[in-house]
């Protein structure tokens, strides 16, 4: 579902991707981890979209989107792609529910068809009883996974987390980890995780490690 062929990405003098070759099927959890500077993040963001590789090829559900112009790119990440940050990144003056219909009314949805769909997906994560209260009146754990709501919204073809449970407790943690799976169980997602949690990582179905730009296989 998504396959990458040899990416290469430098920033200056500097060669963070050294021909990265991947793939991920579709429902699959996979994590990807690596000691600091050996270019998850920026791996990442190519997979997202965000960033444009120097060289080879990203495929994603079928579609190169190398081939896209940037109005047609936005409009792809927006339906195809979902993200989760170590920072739940929701905006403040906003309640719960807003922030999760907001990749919805980018797309095109009405306001009555973008409030049910956040409503389904809050209710889906056991928020429902929080959808009108604003992020300062929420906890770490459920910021996070308000979050992820968001990140499903749009029904994507894969969630991209980075780093999605740096910033929680021991508890909240472990109950964003449970929620990766178990969206995948019942709804078939397909998740990519950047993560410096090795607990995590033993729990995804693979785990593809990166040094020095390159796919270890040790």
Same mark, same amino acid.
């Given at each position: ?44 963001? $190519? ?57 919805? #009314? ?20 056991? #928020? ?24 499903? $919204? ?65």
């Amino acid at each position: 579902m998504i396959q990458l062929t040899n990416i290469t990405k430098s920033f200056g003098t500097l060669q963070v991707l050294r021909g990265i070759d991947m793939e991920v099927q579709k429902g699959e959890v996979v994590s990807i981890v690596g000691p600091s500077g050996a270019g998850k993040t920026t791996l990442l963001q $190519i997979i997202g979209t965000l960033d444009r590789p120097d060289g080879g090829i990203v495929m994603i559900d079928g579609t190169d989107v190398g081939r896209m112009r940037e109005r047609e790119l936005a409009a792809f990440r927006n339906k195809r792609i979902g993200f989760v940050f170590q920072f739940h990144q929701l905006l403040p003056e906003f309640t719960a529910l807003e922030n999760v219909m907001i990749p919805a #009314l980018i797309g095109g949805c009405g306001s009555r068809e973008a409030e049910q769909a956040a409503r389904q997906m809050l209710r889906l994560l056991s #928020l429902e009883d929080r959808a009108l209260h604003k992020p300062n009146e929420l906890s770490g754990g459920e910021k996070q996974r308000v979050a992820v709501a968001r990140a499903l $919204i749009n029904h994507p073809a894969v969630v991209l987390a980075d780093e999605p449970s740096g910033s929680l407790d021991t508890h909240n943690k472990e109950e964003l980890h449970r929620l990766f799976f178990d969206l995948r169980d019942r709804l078939g997602q397909t998740f990519i995780i950047v993560t410096h949690d090795e607990g995590l990582a033993r729990l995804t179905d693979r785990t593809i490690r990166l040094v020095d730009g390159m796919v270890c296989n040790v």
